[in-house]
């Protein structure tokens, strides 16, 4: 995986460079000190991987993810635990407080390569379908046939234009990476949804048939994307 390491200090670059080393499916492309140059490398650069810091001079880790329309996997490597929730809610896949060990470190990335080369083989399958994990199996499923994506509790649920529904206990935001940016969007952190199962929206809430979910705040440009 290629990856890249955004922090504002660069004692902890130093250490995320180190780790990154004896990782040998980490390939560290680029570290930066200043958020804005890394959003530029993002725009002309292949990225799988993102360890970001949250607490930043110029834009906090969060706003910086938050603008980011296709993200890739993120790691947050961060001294403040109070921002977990909110980074979770934006689809982070792991949060690392500083200062982490190697060993934790590495849970983090086997965790990123996991779900790289699920989402990578759902891909290379078949482009109309995902594979939604369930305990060590996995079931494939047509994107075409999922109209609305639930977090409940431990679980989530995959609703289907069948009316029938799946649950798994993969988290919602690890589902949000599997599914095509172009198709579905995210509209709360509880919920994603099919474009094409929209019926109507405005700035606060969508309707997908007859129920009603909210447009949580963190994704409030989602309605750009319809």
Same mark, same amino acid.
């Given at each position: 995986?290629?990856?890249?390491?955004?922090?504002?200090?660069?004692?902890a670059l130093d250490i995320v460079k180190l780790h990154a080393s004896k990782v040998p499916f980490i390939t560290l492309e680029a570290v930066f000190t200043n958020a804005f140059e890394a959003l530029a490398f993002l725009q002309t650069n292949k990225v799988d991987l993102i360890f970001l810091d949250i607490k930043m001079p110029d834009i906090s880790g969060i706003d910086m993810l938050d603008s980011l329309r296709n993200p890739p996997l993120i790691i947050?490597?961060?001294a403040y635990a109070e921002h977990a929730v909110k980074g979770f809610e934006l689809n982070a896949l792991d949060y690392l407080l500083k200062p982490f060990s190697l060993s934790r470190?590495?849970?983090a990335c086997n965790k990123a390569e996991e779900l790289y080369r699920l989402r990578n083989s759902a891909e290379t399958a078949d482009p109309g379908y995902i594979f939604i994990k369930d305990g060590y199996q996995q079931i494939k499923v047509s994107i075409?046939?999922?109209?609305l994506i639930e977090a409940a509790g431990n679980y989530t649920l995959i609703h289907l234009k069948s009316s029938q529904s799946l649950s798994t206990r993969m988290p919602i935001g690890e589902m949000a990476t599997l599914?095509?940016? $172009? *198709? &579905?969007? !995210?509209?709360?952190?509880?919920?994603?949804?099919?474009?094409?199962?929209? $019926? *109507? &929206?405005? !700035?606060?809430?969508i309707w997908v048939a007859d129920k009603l979910i909210p447009i949580g705040p963190t994704y409030a440009h989602c309605v750009h994307d319809l």
């Open positions: 995986m290629i990856a890249i390491a955004i922090d504002d200090e660069p004692i947050f490597t961060t470190f590495l849970q075409e046939d999922i109209t599914l095509p940016a $172009t *198709k &579905f969007i !995210r509209a709360h952190r509880a919920f994603i949804i099919a474009k094409s199962a929209v $019926t *109507k &929206f405005d !700035r606060n809430q």
